[in-house]
């Protein structure tokens, strides 16, 4: 009797627990659209045709940035330099440049002092260094890579979309604004590295330590390059859609090696170097980091899910309010689907890539020594220290020794989709490209020059959007890949897009 009332009281008390709980989802968990209403397009007459010509110009100085560093072409980077002087006369009359880098000084830092200094700066990023052409492919490509097209109402070449469109859309954005006798209200810092495309340890990371030792304490908004606006982008999104990335994650390569005797075929050990560093790479690539949904993720379903099919909302909601200490069902369900596509599946997680594998040099010969490199993209919940006693955790072989060989950075900060950064941006978007687009906060799980910013306290608000609207999926083979290209017309719109964006900072 006494068990049957204790039970029957518990039952009730869950049930009443469970109604207020469900007044509690419906009351606070509101899940409606998150996407601005009632912008009004704005019109920015801009020269396309000489834009495009200076843009064509810029393409064609290869500024390659190799693997092998000692590759480094300086006269591409000098002359390049040059060019930016005399395209835009007013914007090196009136803001100061300075060549900063270590030890390679060909990193821009512009500054446009501002009216107020009691204001915190806003930072506009993109990078100079582009891919290099891989041979097998050059003659895929319609036009030749470095020579800069205008053809078939496109501008052609490496980096045309990765990433000297940024700098040239923001440099003929504010020589406009410069010819009007616009000053900005508060500072604004244009940072075009030189070294992105293999990790920007020399160019913009240096550039903030230069800026962090001048005293720089706070900076309110950077803007640098990441997905460009297109349809069909993220699964389940057939809609134009503008994302902001709002983190990214940590990277570091770790190289694994056994040192040992070596000797002559003839007479092996049952363990060879090799055997032993090959052993130790499978065991890791056994021990993948367990899934996680972190907040930037969070963030990002919350905008994105009301806009995904009605189907699959609850799960989507459940994600977006989700609660870091436990995992729900249907948070579960989440990271199960994420789990089965190699793209999305990298947002959950601290990815494991091996890279690199070397040892031996002739048939008969045991060599005593053999080397792999292993490649992470740390998520926000690990560590540089983390992710090493992961892996010596894994191993477990004393004989297995671990170094950091990169210049390793650590997960960023997860920038506000609610602040009024974000808010700016996404005006400045609909007002560019109008109101028939999705626009949404994502976790960015490559990373770009920003993440040397986003890293410190100081920065935390780094938004990434390369500005330029791309007609289908099909134009991401330019990404690295052959026939680079943007369209003139949009190019344009890039242009007006800095521009809006120089007007609208002028209110955060
Ligand atoms: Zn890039």
Do not use: C
């Not at 045709?49 to 100085?61: E, G, T, Y």
């Amino acid at each position: 009797m006494q068990l049957l009332k204790k039970k029957s009281l518990s039952v009730l008390a869950a049930v009443l627990m469970s109604v207020s709980l469900a007044a509690v989802t419906n009351a606070d968990q509101d899940f409606s659209s998150m996407q601005m209403q009632g912008v009004k397009r704005v019109d920015i007459k801009v020269d396309v045709d000489a834009a495009a010509k200076r843009l064509s110009k810029a393409v064609q100085f290869p500024t390659i940035s190799n693997q092998d560093r000692a590759d480094f072409d300086v006269k591409a980077f000098e002359g390049y330099h040059t060019f930016l002087e005399q395209a835009y006369p007013n914007v090196h009359k009136t803001l100061k440049r300075e060549k900063l880098g270590k030890p390679r000084p060909y990193s821009l830092l512009y500054t446009w002092e501002g009216k107020d200094p009691s204001l915190p700066p806003a930072v506009f990023m993109a990078h100079q260094d582009v891919v290099p052409i891989a041979e097998e492919s050059r003659d895929q490509w319609q036009n030749e890579p470095f020579s800069g097209a205008i053809a078939d109402g496109y501008i052609w070449g490496r980096g045309v979309l990765d990433d000297k469109n940024q700098i040239h859309a923001i440099l003929e954005a504010a020589e406009m604004k410069i010819k009007e006798g616009f000053q900005p209200a508060r500072t604004l810092y244009f940072v075009f590295g030189h070294d992105e495309e293999v990790g920007g340890p020399e160019g913009v990371k240096h550039v903030v330590d230069v800026l962090e030792q001048r005293g720089l304490k706070e900076i309110a908004f950077v803007i640098d390059e990441s997905a460009p606006l297109i349809p069909n982008l993220f699964p389940g999104i057939e809609e134009n859609s503008a994302l902001i990335g709002i983190a990214q994650k940590g990277y570091m390569s770790l190289e694994l090696s056994v040192n040992g005797e070596g000797g002559h075929s003839s007479q092996p050990p049952e363990h060879s170097n090799i055997g032993i560093l090959a052993e130790a790479i499978t065991k890791l690539e056994n021990a993948q980091f367990p899934y996680k949904i972190n907040k930037a993720v969070r963030h990002q379903y919350r905008f994105m899910g009301p806009e995904l099919p009605k189907e699959k909302q609850a799960m989507y909601k459940a994600v977006a309010y989700g609660d870091d200490g436990k995992t729900t069902e249907l948070e579960q369900k989440f990271i199960e689907e994420m789990a089965e596509d190699q793209v999305t599946r990298a947002m959950l997680h601290t990815t494991i890539a091996v890279t690199m594998f070397n040892a031996g040099i002739k048939d008969n010969v045991l060599p005593p020594s053999a080397t792999a490199v292993v490649n992470f993209r740390i998520a926000p919940e690990d560590s540089k220290e983390s992710v090493i006693a992961h892996v010596k955790k894994a191993i477990d072989d004393d004989r297995v020794s671990i170094k950091d060989i990169s210049a390793s950075t650590p997960p960023t900060n997860v920038a506000d989709p609610h602040g009024d950064g974000y808010k700016l941006l996404e005006k400045t978007i609909r007002q560019t490209w109008g109101n028939d687009l999705i626009v949404s906060p994502f976790f960015v799980i490559g990373g770009s020059d920003s993440k040397h910013f986003q890293a410190r306290s100081f920065a935390p608000n780094v938004y990434t959007i390369t500005a330029i609207q791309l007609e289908s999926t099909k134009e991401f083979a330019g990404f690295h890949g052959v026939n680079e290209r943007i369209l003139v017309d949009e190019y344009a719109r890039s242009i007006a897009f800095f521009y809006q964006l120089m007007n609208n900072l002028e209110e955060l």
